[in-house]
């Protein structure tokens, strides 16, 4: 599979497609389905693209042997553990800094009853982390096949910075209450911080998952717009730390299925 300028004018198409019906016929699909939000089949659309788009090229390419090949990145999990403190203890000390900056830090915790929070983490596991399936489980692949980790993870984080601001536009999403400025670097930054992580784990969907949960849980204090500064400033840490790695395209995982194979896989052509 070549083809990421494919996957990126089908990702945009189609969702940006949904979101423009959506807003010339907001009111007739309100009716049938509710506004926007995590139940409206429109915004879970929109959402599921990127999945979509990379598991139908991943099955156009390799049929299903090859898409049960693929789905086993997610057994992939062996990395360094300090990876596994900045997935586990950093991400989430980045949302408490930002909330002590903006004052939210003290705010009583989300959820009464505690274990009300339950039900909140189904979307944080069922949304956000499926675009995984094609910014990391493709888009990314290919992009290291053309570019060092660097360049390919700024380059994805742009262009999936871009692809969220029609959420912007769209009462009822939660970008719609924050700041454009500080969210679009914050993207473009996340995306810094996980490329590295994802190549020290051989191109894991589960550490990609993972990372987009962290992203979205709901039981992180609202710290924005500081939140997205700091992960600005983290991801220019993390570009120095892993400069060399980051530099060096034979760092990158460019598999698109699952290879027993440390670096490079096998299926890369």
């Known amino acids: 599979m070549r083809s990421a300028p494919a996957f990126f004018l089908a990702t ?16 007739e699909i309100d009716a049938i ?24 090229m991943v ?20 990395m360094a553990l300090s990876w596994w403190l900045v997935l586990l203890v950093a991400m989430p000390a980045v949302f408490y800094a930002g909330a002590a900056i903006q ?29 995984e399936l094609g910014w990391r489980g493709v888009a990314l692949p ?25 959420s912007f536009l769209l ?4 970008q719609s209450e924050w700041q454009f400025l500080p969210f679009f670097f914050g993207v473009v930054a996340i995306s810094v911080i996980l490329t590295p992580m994802f190549n ?3 191109g894991s969907l589960l550490v990609a998952f993972l990372f987009h949960a962290q992203m979205n849980n709901p039981v992180w204090p609202d710290a924005q717009p500081w939140d997205m500064w700091l992960f600005v400033t983290a991801a220019l ?4 730390v892993n400069r060399k790695a980051l530099f060096d395209r034979s760092m990158g995982a460019t598999g698109i299925l699952h290879s027993p194979c440390a670096g490079r896989s096998v299926n890369s052509p």
């Not at 830090?105 to 039900?119: E, G, I, N, Q, R």
């Not at 290919?142 to 029609?166: E, K, M, N, Y």
């Not at 009462?171 to 939660?174: D, E, H, L, R």
């Not at 840490?237 to 120095?240: E, R």
Request: no cysteine; aromatic share 16%; charged share 10%.
């Open 142 to 166: 290919l992009l290291q096949r053309r570019f060092s980790p660097l360049w390919a993870g700024l380059l994805l984080g742009l262009l999936v910075a871009i692809w969220h601001t029609p």
């Open 33 to 56: 389905f509710g506004p926007m939000g995590y139940t409206n089949p429109v915004f879970i659309l929109m959402v599921y693209t990127p999945g979509i788009v990379g598991v139908a």
């Open 200 to 202: 020290a784990a051989r």
């Open 59 to 78: 099955w156009r390419h390799y049929g299903l042997s090859g898409l049960a090949r693929f789905f086993r990145r997610f057994g992939q999990w062996r």
């Open 171 to 174: 009462s009822g999403t939660k």
């Open 103 to 131: 004052g939210s830090l003290t705010d009583p915790f989300p959820f009464s009853p505690w274990y009300a929070m339950l039900p909140a983490l189904l979307p944080m596991l069922l949304i956000g982390p499926v675009e």
């Open 237 to 240: 840490v993390v570009a120095v």
């Open 12 to 27: 945009f198409g189609l969702s940006w497609g949904a979101g423009a019906l959506y807003m010339l016929f907001q009111a």
